[in-house]
Every structure is written in C-alpha cells, then in structure tokens.
C-alpha cells in the first residue's frame, strides 16, 4: 500500500530526512541501544541548529510527562483547557499571531525555507521555526537545554512555561503535536510520542482546522483536522464533500491501513509558541 500520510521529524539537525527511508533504516539495523542520550542541540545563525558535541542535556525528557508504552494513539492526549485572556485580548499577541498566519501562507509552495536571513530545514520542525521567525519568535533559543528530536524538544520547551492545552476550538498561531505518526522506533506498538508538528491557520464554523505542516510527498501544505469528528475523513453536505480530518500515520508499501490513521486521531495537544518568554 502506499504511503496515507507521511511520517515525523525525528532527526537530530539538519531538521529533516526522509521519513520513508528513516523507517526502512530503522527496520533493517540491528536492535538500538536503550538508555543512551541524544547529542545536546543548540540554535545556530543558520536558524537550523548543530550538535553541541559533549555539551550536557540540561533536562532529560522526563518519562512522567510521556510514558514509554500507550494503550493507543490518544493515550497521551492533554484534557481540555482554555488558552489565557491575553491570548485573545493582548493586542500586541493579536498582532504577533496575525503576523504568523501571514507568514504561514508566505512558505506555501517553497522548496526552501530562508527567512529573515535564517535557512531552515525542510521538515515539520524547521517549518514552524520558520514561520514563527518570520513573526520575530525564536523558538529555538532553548533548544540545547532538552533532549531528544526536534519536536520533542519543541513540546518540551513550551511544557516548560505551561503553554500547552487542549482544546477543540483553538487560536491561529496553535502548535499542534501529534503522536505516533509512524513506528519510530519500529516495535509495532504505538508508543512513539511526539513525532510531528504543524500550525492552526484558521479555524472554520464547524470546528475543522487548517494547518500548515511539512508533508513528506506534497512538501509545505495546509490540511485539515476536526476533533468534534476525529475518525471521519470525509463528510459531504449537500453535495459538497469536505476533508475533515487528513491522513497522518504513515504506512510503508505492503502494510495494512491501521485503525487510527488521521489527524484528529493522533493528536496530542496544542501549544502556544506565542507566549513564550
């Protein structure tokens, strides 16, 4: 079977890789090794990152915030909450976040990612860092201080400042973090925390939200999710039918289409990357 959707951004800098070709190497090395940490990142003038060589993790990515085994897709999923009063009121966080839907809508199409004078990987992790330092946010400044892949750092970056939350309706300017997009660490289970990221573009009457992400086969794209209906693809109204929630779990060729395969299904939660401080 061909790929329904496209894996994650699971590699160290450069912020990207084939996700197809990641799997395939990963079923056909030898068992990894358990235990050991990842090479400390730091944000470079490039805006992409490099390995700080011995330098040492700061905070390790702490099993209590993400377990090691899930009952299923959504067993990681944060309950619902409401976004601050000045998320929605503060007028200079009004302007931020109308700065990153404009920037979000700059990069479609784009076969590289330069942005203010940065070059970003190509990848769901270079994608928001782009975009967001397209609005003045620089995301990666912490970077160094977290362990493990780019998305993970990400979350662990805003957990860190309580800027995670959960909700059906959110903001423009949202990170959104999905889990277990693809068996990252090949063991047929789904416990692969953390393995992409996107952007809430807008949000429409119904509740399904537009999302730029970096998808494996199309590149820079907006898509879709509805979490009042995680597990409907599509749905036609009057003749007209809609995507509400696009493919998200990859599938290499040959494998069965899982149960849980869509974006509302492996969603995590959503973050406010523009209230960082």
Sequence with gaps: MAVLGFAACTSLPPWGDDPVAIQRRNIASAPRVTGASPPAVRATASGAGQTAGTAPIATAFSPASVPEAAAGPSAYRSPPQTPPIRATSDPAVLALRSRLVEGARSVLGRSSLVVRGRTFGMDCTGLVLAVYWYAGVDLARDFGSYGGNGVSRLYQELQAQNLLYSTGSPLSGDLIFWDNTYDENSNGRWDDPLTHVGMVVSVDADGTITYLHYHDRKGISL?????????????????????????????????????????GQLYRSMGMGYLVQ
């Design 223 to 263: 898509d879709s999710m509805n979490l009042a209906n995680p597990a409907v693809y599509q749905q036609t109204v009057g003749g007209v039918t809609k995507t509400l929630n696009s493919p998200l779990r990859l599938v290499l060729p040959g494998e069965p289409r899982p149960d849980e395969w869509l974006s």
